[in-house]
T-cell receptor, first 111, second 117 residues
Framework: AQSVTQPDIHITVSEGASLELRCNYS??????LFWYVQSPGQGLQLLLK??????LVQGIKGFEAEFKRSQSSFNLRKPSVHWSDAAEYFC?????????FGTGTRLQVFP | GAVVSQHPSRVICKSGTSVKIECRSL??????MFWYRQFPKKSLMLMATSNEGSKATYEQGVEKDKFLINHASLTLSTLTVTSAHPEDSSFYICSASKLAGERNTQYFGPGTRLTVL
């Protein structure tokens, strides 16, 4: 069955530091991959998505993600984190017309 | 743009009453709308998928008679929690995919916090 794993439940970084959030997926075919961000008490905002082509995908708010087929990974990165990036981050894989979400990674940013 | 709204953002009701939550795509037509439930510090659980003019498809374990979904137009879907009980308290989020959009791309509403007393 298709699944998404986000190994890190909680990550803490200092403002200005680099960030990498891990995402691994299990999917039979070429996956459609997404990263969403959720601020407390809010809905989800799409950061970026990968369908095909260039494996390095640029998103909003300075985020990028790299699709690595050999590792079944789609890690999210940002070179310099801002305090406003503190939120919950969800990786998802598209299956037919549905999305399968990972369990999320909570990012905490210290000044 | 791709803006999805939900109303109300927060609702408190008594046990046994019914609550309706609206989900609207404001600047696009949505072929499909999705309803999710999110428990505290948990991921999103897909409850059902609805297409305009047809019956919703419910995920396994979701009671269709309890969670009534109506998708009356390409911009509006409603979720009615019937005879609500405290265990139905949760954060409900809807999403919509565009009529002529990229596959699987869903745009999410801001969510509705339901508290059943």
């Amino acid at each position: 069955a298709q699944s998404v794993t986000q190994p890190d439940i909680h990550i803490t970084v200092s403002e200005g530091a680099s960030l990498e959030l891990r995402c691994n997926y299990s999917y039979g075919a070429t996956p459609y991959l997404f990263w969403y961000v959720q601020s407390p008490g809010q809905g989800l905002q799409l950061l970026l998505k990968y369908f095909s082509g260039d494996t390095l995908v640029q998103g909003i708010k300075g985020f990028e993600a790299e699709f690595k087929r050999s590792q079944s990974s789609f890690n999210l990165r940002k070179p310099s984190v801002h305090w406003s990036d503190a939120a919950e981050y969800f990786c998802a894989v598209g299956e037919t017309d549905k999305l399968i979400f990972g369990t999320g990674t909570r990012l905490q940013v210290f000044p | 743009g791709a803006v999805v709204s939900q109303h109300p953002s927060r609702v408190i009701c008594k046990s046994g009453t019914s609550v309706k939550i609206e989900c609207r795509s404001l600047d696009f037509q949505a072929t499909t709308m999705f309803w999710y439930r999110q428990f505290p510090k948990k991921s999103l659980m897909l409850m059902a998928t609805s297409n305009e003019g047809s019956k919703a498809t419910y995920e396994q374990g979701v009671e269709k008679d309890k969670f009534l979904i109506n998708h009356a137009s390409l911009t509006l879907s409603t979720l009615t929690v019937t005879s609500a009980h405290p265990e139905d308290s949760s954060f409900y989020i809807c999403s919509a995919s565009k009529l002529a959009g990229e596959r699987n791309t869903q745009y999410f509403g801001p969510g509705t916090r339901l508290t059943v007393l």
